[in-house]
């Protein structure tokens, strides 16, 4: 099973891009969907997560309000709607798979709780 990220571009400061993240190979079953982002020089930091079994969507302080995680036509289909976009947000995105029958929602914050990652997809973000 692999995931892959796409949808990354170039985007003028306030415009707005979706990411789409798609798994390959078998279905295979998780808990939740999260995207993470790294930028140059940078930990990789949790942008959004989306709950499976337990349901709810989960935020960084830096996005909320302006990143919207949902699914897209399959539970192993996630996108990230990304609008008022600033310079900040400059980083390669990755979406990762956290595979656990059950994940609480206390942890879905952190990039150690995640299985399954793939290639990312750039975004940067002119001002």
């Known amino acids: 099973v692999q995931l892959q990220a796409s949808g990354g571009g170039l985007v003028q400061a306030g415009g707005s891009l979706r990411l789409s993240c798609a798994a390959s190979g078998h279905t295979f079953s998780s808990c939740a969907m999260a995207w993470f982002r790294q930028a140059p020089g940078k930990e990789r930091e949790f942008v959004a997560a989306?709950?499976?079994?337990?349901?709810?969507?989960y935020y960084s302080d830096s996005v909320k309000g302006r990143f919207t995680i949902s699914t897209e036509n399959a539970k192993d289909t996630v996108g990230l709607q990304m609008d008022s976009l600033k310079p900040e947000d400059t980083a390669v995105y990755y979406c990762e798979a956290y595979m656990n029958a059950y994940c609480a929602s206390a942890t879905v914050y952190y990039k150690q709780a995640y299985d399954l990652w793939g290639q990312g997809t750039q975004l940067t973000v002119s001002s």
């Open positions: 989306m709950r499976y079994r337990g349901g709810g969507t």
